[in-house]
C-alpha cells in the first residue's frame, strides 16, 4: 500500500513526486514511456519564461529540471503499461500482472498532438512527415513543403520554415486562422506561403517518402493533388484521459474537471497539468499543481 499513486511523469508529476517525498509520503510514480520529462522532451526551441530556469530546448531544460529527483527517496518505474484504473478503490493493474493499491492517487497524463487519421499519416511518419519545423528545418531546407494547422503552432512553423523553402503551404479548415495576430501579420511578408482556408488535408502520398498531398477546399466536388516534400503536422493536442473517462468527471474536450486544490470528483483522486488546463498549459502551472495536490493530501493524511 502506497499512500500516494503518480500516474505520468512530466513536469507536473515529477514536481508532485518531489513534493510527496519532502512532505514524507511514500509514493511511487508510473510512466508509461523509457524517460521521464514528458512535452519537454518535444520542445526544440528554447524556453525563457520559467522563473530561475533559462534553456535553449526543452532537452536541456529537462536535465536541470529533473537534477533534485537524483537525490530524492520515491519510487520510479517506467515503462509501464497500465490496463485499468479503480479510481474510487484506488487500485491499479499492469498489463505485467502487478496489481497495485494507494490512499490516493494523482493523474498527470498530459496531452499528446492530435492526429488526422487520414491515409499516409501513419506511414509517412519519419519519411517526409517531421516532427518540427523547428528541429528538421535541415532537413525540409530546399524543399515545398505544407504544414497542416490554423493555430499558433501551425502558423510559427510555416513561417520558419518559410526562410529556407521554396514554397510553404499552409491548410486549415476555417475560414480564418486561429493562430496570434502578431504571427498572421508576418505571413503576409512571406510570399513563399500560401494559405488554403477552408480545406482540408485527405491524403498523404508517396513511395519511399512523402511525394504529394490531397487538398479537399470546402466548395469543391473533387479533392486536387499537390506535389510537397515534407509534411508538418499542427492540429493541436488532446487529453490523455482514456484510462479514466467512465470514472472522471471531464469536461467537453475530454480534459478533467478539477477544484481550486486539483481534487477531481472522485474522493482523494486529484488531477494535475496539462490534462486538467485545456486554457493555460505551462510548465508552471503543472509544477504548481503537482506541489498543490500533494500538500493536500500531506495535510489530510495527517489529520
Ligand atoms: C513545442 C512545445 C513548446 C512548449 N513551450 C513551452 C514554454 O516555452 N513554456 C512553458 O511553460 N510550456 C511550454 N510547453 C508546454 C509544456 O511542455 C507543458 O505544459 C508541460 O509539459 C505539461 O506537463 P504535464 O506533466 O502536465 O504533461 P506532459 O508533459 O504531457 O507529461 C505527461 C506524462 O504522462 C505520461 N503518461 C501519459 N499517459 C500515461 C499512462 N497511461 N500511464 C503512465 N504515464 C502516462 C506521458 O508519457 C508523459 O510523460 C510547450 C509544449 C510544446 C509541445
Not at 486529484?270 to 503537482?290: Q, R
Request: proline letters at 3%.
Amino acid at each position: 500500500m502506497h499512500d500516494v499513486i503518480i500516474i505520468g511523469a512530466g513536469p507536473a508529476g515529477l514536481s508532485a513526486a518531489l513534493w510527496c517525498d519532502e512532505l514524507g509520503l511514500d509514493t511511487l510514480v508510473l510512466e508509461q514511456k523509457t524517460q521521464t520529462g514528458g512535452q519537454l522532451h518535444s520542445i526544440y526551441g528554447a524556453i525563457e519564461n520559467y522563473p530561475g530556469l533559462r534553456a535553449n530546448n526543452g532537452h536541456e531544460f529537462f536535465e536541470r529540471f529533473a537534477e533534485p529527483a537524483s537525490e530524492a527517496d520515491y519510487d520510479l518505474w517506467t515503462g509501464v503499461e497500465i490496463e485499468t484504473v479503480d479510481l474510487k478503490a484506488k487500485r491499479i493493474a499492469l498489463k505485467s500482472g502487478e496489481e497495485l493499491q494507494a490512499i490516493s492517487i494523482i493523474v498527470g497524463t498530459g496531452v499528446r498532438r492530435r492526429e488526422l487519421g487520414i491515409p499516409g499519416e501513419k506511414e509517412f511518419a519519419g519519411r517526409g512527415i517531421v516532427e518540427s519545423a523547428s528541429r528538421d528545418r535541415h532537413s525540409l531546407a530546399g524543399k515545398d513543403v505544407c504544414v497542416i494547422g490554423g493555430g499558433d503552432a501551425a502558423v510559427e512553423n510555416a513561417l520558419l520554415l518559410a526562410d529556407n523553402c521554396p514554397t510553404v503551404t499552409l491548410v486549415h479548415r476555417r475560414k480564418k486562422l486561429k493562430a496570434r495576430p502578431t504571427f498572421v501579420g508576418q505571413l503576409q511578408n512571406q510570399h513563399c506561403i500560401t494559405v488554403f482556408s477552408e480545406s482540408a488535408v485527405t491524403r498523404i502520398l508517396g513511395n519511399e517518402e512523402v511525394e504529394a498531398i490531397e487538398i479537399l477546399r470546402k466548395d469543391a466536388l473533387k479533392p486536387f493533388q499537390m506535389a510537397v516534400r515534407g509534411v508538418v503536422i499542427r492540429i493541436g493536442v488532446e487529453p490523455n484521459t482514456e484510462l479514466f473517462r467512465e470514472q472522471l468527471q471531464l469536461d467537453n474536450q475530454g480534459y478533467i474537471n478539477v477544484t481550486g486544490q486539483q481534487e477531481t470528483n472522485v474522493a482523494n483522486v486529484f488531477a494535475i497539468g496539462d490534462v486538467s488546463n485545456p486554457l493555460a498549459p505551462t510548465i508552471s502551472g503543472a509544477t504548481g499543481a503537482g506541489a498543490t495536490a500533494a500538500k493536500v493530501i500531506a495535510s489530510r493524511l495527517m489529520g
